[in-house]
């Protein structure tokens, strides 16, 4: 499985932004996929999740903030991310489940957003 991410750039507070992820495979509709971020200094964390079913997850500090979706046909998954604060500032990563579970074992190369005050 490979992954491509992209969108990722400066932004002002308040700002959004849509992180892009394709995957490669043709069962791509089967992966679980999840968005990770790891801020300087910290370590990489689980920001939002969805499942094969479109069940989603998000951590405390983004839930109404973000928003993560899937295009099967595209094999692609998105991360939307509105009211963007300082804190948001990491490089983000997108990574696969192909069996469906949390064992996120394929990962992207990752894409740096930064939100400036």
């Known amino acids: 499985v490979q992954l491509q991410a992209s969108g990722g750039g400066l932004v002002q507070a308040g700002g959004s932004l849509r992180l892009s992820c394709a995957a490669s495979?043709?069962?791509?509709?089967?992966?679980?996929m999840g968005w990770f971020r790891q801020a300087p200094g910290k370590e990489r964390g689980l920001v939002a999740a969805?499942?094969?079913?479109?069940?989603?997850y998000y951590a405390e500090s983004v839930k109404g903030r973000f928003t993560i979706s899937r295009d099967n046909d595209k094999n692609t998954v998105y991360l939307q991310m509105n009211s963007l604060k300082p804190e948001d500032t990491a490089v983000y990563y997108c990574?696969?489940?192909?069996?469906?579970?949390?064992?996120?074992?394929?990962w992207g190369q990752g894409t740096l957003v930064t939100v400036s005050s």
């Open positions: 990574a696969a489940d192909p069996s469906g579970g949390l064992n996120f074992g394929y």
């Open positions: 495979g043709r069962t791509f509709r089967r992966y679980q």
């Open positions: 969805i499942s094969a079913g479109a069940t989603t």
